[in-house]
């Protein structure tokens, strides 16, 4: 029965056992980081959640559909049907997929309430993506810096360095300033760029949106551990596009303080932005 599909077998396996042993492959992840904000569980078991039940739709309906053009070809003598419909099969398959929708568009819907409220937030950051770095300004103290890629991938990264990229820990995953913000605190992000459209995206943190020029986009994440997470702009941006890395450190609420007074912020107390307009005038 499978006479004809030997070669196509053979070929897949082939395929298969030879990426089995490509290093590349223990770089290889089936499914999202495990995160380290407020957010990232509900947006994990959520993914999962529907990815779980994707598959099973798919592997369902093309298996139906695969067993159907194998099993009644017209080699087999099969003859085209000659019903024009099916009442039954039709309420069934219209009211199962609703289903299967509503019961994912609720907590999906619920989610993105959630992952939106960037309401009250305990400090704010404006972060905007340059040709070929981040700036970053802390609204609320008035630290500001600009982080650029860290001096050793830019060594390594000039052509006949003779430095081997593979000795670099982090190569283009580091900067000369990282983004320091504290651990369970509610931080905002106002993002936007000042050339051409860039995206923030540090994976663990479980956010990423497009730095766009002369809009602000707005996201936040509050983390709840510390330590240092790294991520990139993925927007494809320009020649530099892969040498602007971003690494955020998460710390103690005391160490933030310190690290604020340090870089010549105004005061180490976390508190509200607003920005409004009211707000903007009196400043003038
Ligand atoms: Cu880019």
């Known amino acids: 029965m499978f006479k004809g599909l030997w070669k196509p077998i053979c070929a897949t396996v082939a395929v ?81 997929p609703i289903f299967v929708l509503i019961y994912m568009a609720v907590p999906s819907a619920r989610g993105i309430l959630e992952i939106e409220d960037a309401g009250n937030p305990d400090m704010t950051i404006k972060v905007t993506g340059y040709q070929w770095k981040w700036g970053y300004e802390y609204l609320d103290n008035g630290v500001s810096f600009f982080a650029n890629l860290d001096e050793l991938s830019a060594e390594a990264a000039r052509l006949d360095s003779g430095i081997d990229v593979m000795d670099i820990e982090h190569y283009l995953r580091d900067v000369d300033n990282r983004m320091v913000v504290p651990v369970g605190k509610k931080v905002r992000i106002l993002l936007t760029a000042n050339d051409v459209i860039h995206s923030w995206w540090v994976p663990k943190l479980y ?16 983390a709840t551990e510390t330590g240092v997470f790294r991520g990139q702009c993925t927007e494809l941006c320009g020649r530099g596009h892969g040498y602007m890395p971003i690494v955020v450190e998460v710390v103690s609420e005391e160490d933030y303080a310190v690290w604020v007074i340090e870089n010549g912020g105004e005061s180490p107390t976390l508190s509200t932005t607003e920005i409004s307009t009211d707000s903007s005038v009196a400043a003038l």
């Open 207 to 222: 956010i990423k949106k497009d730095a766009i020029p002369g809009f602000i986009n707005e996201m936040w994440f509050t």
């Open 16 to 96: 298969l056992g030879l990426l089995a042993v490509n290093p590349a492959l223990a770089a290889w992840q089936l499914d999202m980081p495990v995160g380290v904000t407020t957010l990232s569980g509900m947006i994990r078991d959520l993914h999962r959640e529907i990815l779980i039940i994707c598959t099973i739709t798919a592997v369902v309906l093309f298996g139906i559909m695969g067993y159907a053009l194998f099993a009644f070809r017209k080699s087999r003598g099969a003859k085209a049907a000659t019903f024009s419909h099916n009442t039954t099969a039709e309420i069934i398959w219209t009211v199962i």
